[in-house]
């Protein structure tokens, strides 16, 4: 594995870490305003983008 993936590893989670944090400021109902949606959309992409990028590197 390559730093690369390392740093893709780090991203994943500190994207993972930035939804967690959504969900705590949307409690207890988790209702979502179009700002909170957006957010949420682009931090899933960096997890899903961080992710295969670390397969690509294993195959």
Request: proline share 2%; charged share 35%; no cysteine.
């Amino acid at each position: 594995m390559s730093e690369r993936s390392v740093q893709n590893t780090y991203n994943a989670i500190f994207a993972l870490i930035d939804i967690q944090e959504v969900w705590r400021r949307t409690r207890p109902f988790h209702s979502l305003s179009e700002r909170d949606r957006e957010e949420l959309i682009s931090l899933l992409e960096k997890v899903r983008t961080s992710l295969d990028t670390i397969e690509e590197e294993m195959l």
